[in-house]
């Protein structure tokens, strides 16, 4: 499984952005895709996941702020980000999980949001 993040970039606090990944290969098999974050000097975390049959989950921190969800393009999964803050300043990674327990990650898109 291959997967491809888009739409980071800079935006000033209060504002939007939305991120995009698309999985390909074997990815019929995907059972949960998710977006984590990793900001400088910090351990990544689970920001929000959404599963096959549409279940989502997210850390408090964004709950109301951020929305997760699934593209009509099979394996494509969104984060809708609003009311950005400093704090959310970070590397924003997707990752998948197929129903054997297989990990895959993407390459990461920087989200800064200036203080």
């Known amino acids: 499984v291959h997967l491809v993040e888009s739409g980071g970039g800079l935006v000033q606090a209060g504002g939007s952005l939305r991120l995009s990944c698309a999985a390909s290969?074997?990815?019929?098999?995907?059972?949960?895709m998710a977006w984590y974050r990793q900001a400088p000097g910090k351990q990544r975390e689970l920001v929000a996941k959404?599963?096959?049959?549409?279940?989502?989950t997210y850390i408090d921190s964004v709950k109301g702020r951020f929305t997760i969800s699934r593209g009509s393009a099979p394996n494509t999964v969104y984060l809708q980000m609003g009311s950005l803050r400093p704090e959310d300043t970070a590397i924003y990674y997707c990752?998948?999980?197929?129903?054997?327990?297989?990990?895959?990650w993407g390459q990461g898109t920087q989200v800064s949001v200036p203080s």
């Open positions: 990752n998948a999980v197929d129903f054997n327990g297989g990990s895959y």
């Open positions: 290969g074997s990815a019929f098999s995907i059972y949960v």
């Open positions: 959404i599963t096959s049959g549409g279940t989502t």
